[in-house]
């Protein structure tokens, strides 16, 4: 009988760090459950790209995960169609500055419903189907889950929230579920964001000296579901060794 491919659920995953962990499990045998909310035209070029390199190995969905009961929905569509889920990628976030001096309750719903209450309630959804196949969850947080960003401190409240949630999830869901966590620094720049003098000032305070890419992220996101048997609980930094700097 020939073994069943490894099912992967991906949130936030049409473009940027999403779209390049997509790729990467799909080129090591995952087929894939892909969320998107918004850039529908992005996630159509992705599934077709995908689906012509091996037919009927994603599925398509959307959803505002703001919505609480979209979660189980993604779910129960993956299992639908693919009869097993393997591994959740907590990939989608929500992130824009908060200046203590005008943020709002509005705010803080959206940044912890989207960074926090969403990752968490799709690993509920989930978890059945996780014990069964012994799978494993990976949350993306950020370095700054640790070291707040001056004028987003209800964004990295929330990321830190995530940081604990993986811990958590890692006692509450062993031994059969491992969950874990990667931390990225500078990957990507935020989009429209030409702040050249800034960013050169992030990277002399960084010690490998360069960006990350999102090649390197998928690398750790892969490790993390297929390789790293014995870890559980853990936030990898890919930051470059930045948060070693004082």
């Known amino acids: 009988m020939e073994t069943p491919r490894p099912v992967t659920l991906v949130t936030g995953a049409a473009r940027r760090l999403g779209a390049a962990i997509a790729r990467r499990l799909h080129a090591e045998g995952h087929d894939l459950a892909l969320h998107y909310r918004d850039s529908a035209a992005d996630m159509e070029a992705l599934a077709a790209e995908l689906e012509a390199l091996r037919a009927g190995s994603t599925l398509v969905l959307q959803a505002d995960l703001g919505h609480f009961d979209r979660l189980p929905e993604l ?21 824009f500055p908060t200046p203590l001096v005008d943020a709002t309750p509005a705010q803080w719903d959206a940044l912890f ?6 990752p968490f309630f799709l690993s509920q959804a989930a978890a059945p ?60 720049w935020a989009e429209n964001d030409d702040g050249d003098e800034r960013k050169a000032a992030l990277l002399s305070r960084t010690p490998l000296a360069r960006t990350g890419t999102p090649d390197e992220v998928a690398d750790a996101v892969h490790w993390l579901l297929a390789r790293a048997t014995y870890t559980t609980g853990q936030v990898i930094r890919l930051d470059g060794g930045r948060l070693l700097e004082p």
């Open 75 to 95: 779910v129960a569509r993956c299992i639908g169609r693919f009869g097993r889920l393997d591994g959740l990628v907590n990939n989608a976030s929500g992130f």
């Open 113 to 118: 419903g989207a960074n926090a209450r969403a």
């Open 129 to 188: 189907h996780l014990r069964a196949s012994r799978g494993a969850i990976v949350n993306l947080v950020d370095i700054y889950a640790d070291r707040p960003l001056r004028d987003h401190p209800i964004y990295c409240m929330s990321k830190a929230a995530l940081v604990m949630a993986t811990r958590a999830l890692a006692l509450e869901l062993a031994p059969a579920v491992r969950v874990n966590a990667i931390a990225p620094g500078a990957i990507l």
